[in-house]
């Protein structure tokens, strides 16, 4: 069952000057109910664009969006009521301690004293020895578990978190996806948009990927963990570069004065009699597996600009 459902969907800002600029092109993808979802991109992609459009912040151009079923458009407040997101910019009302924030925020929900999770969540992400402190009192890291925690007020079925873990420290990061993990279990779904690419590959079960406003990757990750066992072997050599033949000279990596031949077109055999052939003078021999960091990389560098 589709929890979320993006169909066609199009952005184009237009300034107070007439001048158009493009952030979204026909986008169209969904989300299962219980996925760990991944949005990647390179900045200025179109994912913060695509979670503001969620979040009601900014109003699409063209194209449908439904969470649980809803239309954002015909059912504005019912679908916003499914989703919690978690911002990357730490935007806090000076005003309240951690503890007011959270009870205002469930009040704004309509949520009954009574069913309230707010001292739930504030032991959950180790806010409680700033219950009572204000954002001013807060370093970075307690900000964004306060950010994490406004979200969770309503314990909403889809929770969006836009690089929850940019600029904090390795125990908040921890914390934060053992906690996550712990409320997919129970059938949250929870999109992320990280740079911490060695997060997605162990969190998320699909991933999407952006580029230029436009979808250009989508699949379960077991699929692109297949990829991951395509290996390399870097060979390091002592010839000196201007001698090495023309036929070498395609799997030269000049920053490392080394050669790297795939080994899913190349077996190891080919490999040593290449070497032999050439003459080459091996000093360290490496393999390497294929991250989803490389494989990032490659699919946003063979995407049309």
């Known amino acids: 069952m589709n929890i979320l459902e993006i169909s066609n969907l199009n952005k184009t800002y237009t300034n107070r000057k007439g001048k158009s600029k493009i952030a979204l092109t026909n986008i169209n993808f969904a989300v299962e109910k219980g996925d760990f979802f991944a949005l990647l991109g390179p900045n200025g992609a179109g994912k913060s664009t695509l979670i503001n459009i969620l979040a009601g912040l900014v109003n699409k151009t063209s194209g449908e969006v439904k969470i649980a079923g809803l239309d954002l458009d015909q059912a504005f407040l019912p679908s916003r009521y499914k989703i919690g997101i978690v911002p990357q910019e730490l935007t806090l009302d000076p005003f309240f301690t951690v503890y007011e924030t959270l009870e205002i925020y469930a009040g704004y929900y309509g949520i009954p004293k009574s069913k309230r999770i707010t001292n739930e969540l504030i032991t959950r992400l180790g806010l409680a020895d700033k219950i009572n ?12 578990r306060l950010l994490i925690a406004k979200a969770l007020v309503h314990m909403p079925d889809i929770i969006i978190l836009d690089e929850p873990t940019a600029g904090v420290d390795i125990e908040l990061r921890q914390q934060l996806w053992n906690y996550m993990k712990e409320l997919n279990a129970q059938g949250k779904t929870i999109i992320i948009t990280t740079h911490y690419l060695e997060e997605a590959q162990k969190l998320c079960n699909k991933v999407a990927i952006i580029n230029n406003g436009q979808l250009i990757y989508l699949d379960y990750m077991n699929n692109i963990a297949n990829q991951f066992s395509t290996k390399s072997i870097e060979i390091k050599f002592s010839n000196n570069i201007q001698s090495l033949a ?12 080394s050669l790297k031949f795939d080994l899913a077109t190349h077996s190891p055999a080919e490999v040593i009699n290449l070497l032999n052939q050439f003459n080459i003078n091996i000093t360290d021999i490496k393999t390497q597996v294929l991250s989803l960091e490389d494989f990032f990389v490659k699919i946003i560098h063979s995407s049309p600009n």
């Open 133 to 144: 402190s204000k954002p001013a009192g807060l370093s970075g890291g307690m900000k964004r």
């Open 246 to 257: 023309p036929t070498l000279q395609a799997y030269l990596d000049l920053s490392n004065h």
